[in-house]
C-alpha cells in the first residue's frame, strides 16, 4: 500500500522561501501524477499545483503562479513544491496527493492517495 510521507514545513517570515517534499513508500510501480493542495483556517481544501508522470506537463492556481515551482524525481519517488516569495496568506496545511496514471488534475476528489499534512505559517 502506497503512503505520503511530506517534510519541508515550518515558520517563515514574509519574504522566505521553504521547500517542501513528499516521499512515496510502498514502491509504488504504476505511473502516476502528483499534486499538492493547501487548506488554511476556516477555508476549503485548495489546488496548488500538480505535475504529470513524465514532469512534461505542470499546473498551478493563480495564486502561486511565478512563486511556486513543482518538481519530481521518479528514481526517488518524490515531488517537491519549493516555495518562494512566501506571503502571509500561503499560510496553511500543506499536503501531497497522487493520482494514478500519466496525467495531472486539480480536483481533490481525483486523487487516490493523501499525505498527512505539513504546516507552513508565513509571519508577516
Known amino acids: 500500500q502506497v503512503q505520503l510521507v511530506e517534510s519541508g514545513g515550518g515558520l517563515v517570515q514574509a519574504g522566505d522561501s521553504l521547500r517542501l517534499s513528499c516521499a512515496a513508500s510502498?514502491?509504488?510501480?504504476?505511473?502516476?501524477?502528483m499534486g499538492w493542495f493547501r487548506r488554511a483556517p476556516g477555508k476549503e481544501r485548495q489546488f496548488v499545483a500538480a505535475?504529470?508522470?513524465?514532469?512534461?506537463?505542470?499546473n498551478y492556481a493563480d495564486s502561486v503562479k511565478g512563486r511556486f515551482a513543482i518538481s519530481r524525481d521518479n528514481a526517488k519517488a518524490t515531488v517537491y513544491l519549493q516555495m518562494n516569495s512566501l506571503k502571509p496568506e500561503d499560510t496553511a496545511v500543506y499536503y501531497c496527493a497522487l493520482r494514478w496514471g500519466l496525467n495531472i488534475a486539480s480536483g481533490p476528489s481525483q486523487y487516490d492517495v493523501w499525505g498527512q499534512g505539513s504546516q507552513v505559517t508565513v509571519s508577516s
Open positions: 505535475i504529470a508522470w513524465s514532469g512534461s506537463a505542470t
Open positions: 510502498g514502491h509504488p510501480v504504476n505511473e502516476y501524477a
